[in-house]
């Protein structure tokens, strides 16, 4: 066996290492492959991403600003149909948790009547506006418009 002097390792010095886990390439036959990345190609999937999420996030947004709105508008309402009431004719005390019918009267008053549309029959002396119901807070919930 010739001396350790005398072998001349046929691979040249550049082309190994001490450290494979670092090379940016398989070292060996069992490795796993290595592949370039697209780095385009994955700020893209990764923008994609981004885009999904947030227009996801900004549709549930709208919907709560959508709710919101109607509930304000369901406020109003009740705001406007509330003083209607207090301001039209009643010969009666409302009971909480009693429907009631609003109509206006020809000189251009309102009444509250137990009286619904369909028991005046065709031959109502009155445009009927609203069915209420008393609620427990002394504001009135609307339970059909005309």
Known sequence: ?????????????????????????????????????????TRGEAMQAMYEQTDTQLTQIKRQV???ITQAQEIHDRIRIS??????ECRFRPNISQRYHLYAKPDGGK????????????????RFEATVKLLADHTWEIISMA
């Open 1 to 41: 066996m010739p001396e350790d002097k005398d072998f001349q390792n046929p691979i040249s010095r550049e082309k190994i290492t001490d450290m494979p886990s670092l090379l940016p390439y398989a070292h060996a036959v069992g490795s796993a492959i290595i592949r370039p990345m697209d780095q385009g190609r």
């Open 111 to 126: 009444l509250l009547s137990l009286i619904s549309p369909e028991e005046w029959g065709p031959r109502s002396p009155f």
């Open 83 to 88: 003083e209607s009431i207090y301001l039209a």
């Open 66 to 68: 959508e709710l919101l």
